[in-house]
């Protein structure tokens, strides 16, 4: 169908459109005109990536004088590929209706792990290892070896792309990394550094988050894109830890060791080539002193990671003289290594700024402030004259250097936090020192200050007026919206109480209670007897889950689970986990019903979905506090209320219940399915908890369902499941229109936007 939305002509490749996706467009054209940024929280299930899709094409072919490119941030490579056969879907819609002039080109850019097609080269085990591999092939100086040399090998694909020139592009279209891989295939070129050459043409970019939030890799990726750029990160409710995580640094006992084995290979190097090529090394020391820490516009094939801080704090002057020579640069990073051993030694818990860290560094090895925030340049300049290409082996230098740029280079926002051992495990020593970035709002800055809009969204973003103040940010557009249903098809519920009428909690004086277990365990028994197919249950720490089941076992519970349902859990391997989750799927297939137990912050709860019959029922065991014991996580909340004068209470609970409501959230994923979520904690009846949770969830929770006992749960949950098994009718005969045609978008927008009926 295709709409107005004021002077936009909306191209929506569906016959019918939620009232909720038309007022999410209005809201979005709204602060595309404004050219500002944007805070939307819409429920999962409601078609959110389409709406987000359809309306900013449709505002990018509205104004072909002014093109926007959209850049589209997601989590996983399968949400990537989710996204762009949706966007597959759209472009045809729109070429069918406006003919060639609205093609398009867009493309997923992903590792090399995802798109390389040469056989030697992506059967390496990891990221890393692919990474160097592809290097020792396309490196220029292994290139200019092989010319004289055929025996040394290169790679054909690459040969192929550079011998191409500016022919090599791709022609318009919507790629999924397969496609990528398969017209590499057919044109013979590498489809990774085509898609790294298309991006800067590309209309819309679907990539990872961190190609934007890690200046490590936006550095060598985005630093092209223009400004009249509409940046989206979906599912962005957790954006603040990626921001943190993108800017933090942790370096153990191993690491350290790495680092000396890696200094040990560059020297043994300098002293080769000293020998054998004094010219090279001859070479780099004058470019430094002539103030080039970088080498100009390096071949497309030498291009490594770029530098861990932000573009703005970068210094653009020469790099000092202690560290121009190869062999002095390499007798500091031994007497850094050597001063984070010596303080990796230390028995008790440390907390520091980073400008103390730096002036006790002055003082005992003397290294000052800016030989530390040289170092990562300089050490990317030294690997690249030495000619080394297995780049995975040298990953523990790269991580001290990394570390060493970002101490230097920041003085606020950040803690240097020592820990002997990991609080949880006392009695085994762990050493680790680590960098710790608390202001999600670093990262992000550089993005709201660059990109005309920048759009948040999320099915979780509640609270939402948090998160202007966690990322210090004024949105022209905040809004939530709620789900509109034919039906009620969800029903939360708190559970406060077993049957024996005894409080439920994961509180920590109640954890280990025998009572809490058994009324838990007797909780489950009671919904695998009445509900059918898939049950989710999502525990609050994978030590807390192994200790429930424990009891369950020990005292026959589970066996009696199990004359119900197959049990299924998830581990923290990615493997067993991938495997137990496609036996679940297929034990729910085929009738016999199954149940999963997963933790709250895993793989599970944040990526995998359970709809239809793979989740019927979902049990939230508990409250997920983070660990509040853990340092790091102080130091953030002290930050966050001292600069942003955000309360410890206020941000934990944002904290816990956007994952509660994440994990309860996997359930639902269209309005045709239903499911029950159960909130077994005593806490969550309290209503400060309670009002935090998305409005789609809260529109549901009737005070009849608040403080529940396991039997009460029991009969709603029947009564429930019996008005689902009604046929269903789609198109609403209560008069509620959850679905409108092109007719009923044409009324509302001649009639105004504001008055949208929910």
Known sequence: MKFQIEDITVYFPYDNIYPEQYSYMVELK????????????????????IALLSLITSYALSKPSNPIKLIYCTRTVHEMEKTLAELKVLH??????????????????????????NPAVVSAENRDSVDAGCRKLTASWVRALAVENPNIPTCSFFEDYEKSGSEAILPPGVYTLQDLRAFGKQKGWCPYFLARH????????????QYLL????????????????????????NIDNVCIEALSVSVRRQTLEGATRNISRMSQEIERFKATDAGKLRAEYNRLVEGLAQRGNLPI???????????????KEAVPGNIRRAEHFLSVLRRLVQYIKSRLQSENFEKESPVSFVASLNQQVGLDQKTLKFCYDRLHSLMMTLEITDTD??????????????????????????????ERMPHIPDPILQLSCHDASLAIRPLFERFQTVVITSGTLSPIDLYPRLLNFNPVVCRSFTMSFTRDCICPMVLTRGSDQLPVSTKYDMRSDPGVARNYGRLLLEMVSVVPDGIVCFFVSYSYMDAIVNTWNETGILKDIMQH????????????????????????????????????????????????????????????????????????????????QIKEGEFLTLMLLRQAAQC???????????????????????????????????????????????????????????????????????????????????????????????
Not at 221 to 232: F, G, L, P, Y
Not at 409 to 419: K, Q, V
């Open 565 to 644: 349902k197959l049990v299924f859990i998830e581990t923290q391997d990615v493997v067993e986990t991938t495997l137990a989750l496609d036996n679940y799927r297929k034990a729910c297939d085929c009738g016999r019903g199954a149940v999963f137990f997963s933790v709250a912050r895993g793989k599970v709860a944040e990526g995998i979905d359970f709809d239809r019959h793979y989740g019927r029922l979902v049990i939230m065991y508990g409250v997920p506090f983070q660990y509040t014991l853990s340092k790091i996580l102080l130091a953030r909340l002290e930050y966050l209320r001292d600069t942003f």
């Open 198 to 209: 298309m991006v800067q043409f590309a209309n819309v970019v679907v990539y990872s988050y």
């Open 30 to 49: 709204r602060a595309l005109d404004a050219k500002g940024h944007c805070l939307l929280e819409m429920p999962t299930g409601t078609g959110k990536t």
């Open 664 to 758: 309860v959230g996997r359930v639902i994923r269209s309005k045709a399915d239903y499911g029950m979520m159960i909130f077994a904690d005593k806490r969550y009846s309290r209503h400060d908890k309670r009002s935090k949770l998305p409005g789609w969830i809260l529109s549901h929770l009737r005070d009849a369902y608040l403080n529940l006992s396991t039997d009460m749960a029991l009969h709603i949950a029947r009564e429930f499941l019996r008005k689902m098994a009604q046929p269903y009718d789609k198109t609403s005969a209560s008069g509620k229109r959850t679905l409108l045609s092109q007719e009923d978008v044409e009324k509302m927008s001649n009639a105004g936007a504001d008055e949208t009926v929910f």
């Open 214 to 237: 890690d200046p490590k890799v936006a550095g060598i990726i985005s630093k092209e894109m223009q400004r009249e750029s509409v940046v989206v990160f979906d599912e962005a409710h």
């Open 301 to 315: 094939g030498d291009t490594w990671l770029s530098n861990p801080a932000l573009p703005e704090d970068i210094l």
């Open 92 to 117: 045809d819609y729109q070429v069918f209706h406006l003919g060639p002039s609205a093609r398009l080109l867009a493309l997923g850019l992903s590792s090399r792990k995802n798109l390389c097609i």
């Open 393 to 422: 082996e040298f990953l523990s230098i790269q991580t001290i250097c990394d570390f060493a740029t970002l101490v230097g280079t920041y003085a606020r926002g950040f803690s240097i936090i020592i820990e002997p051992y990991d």
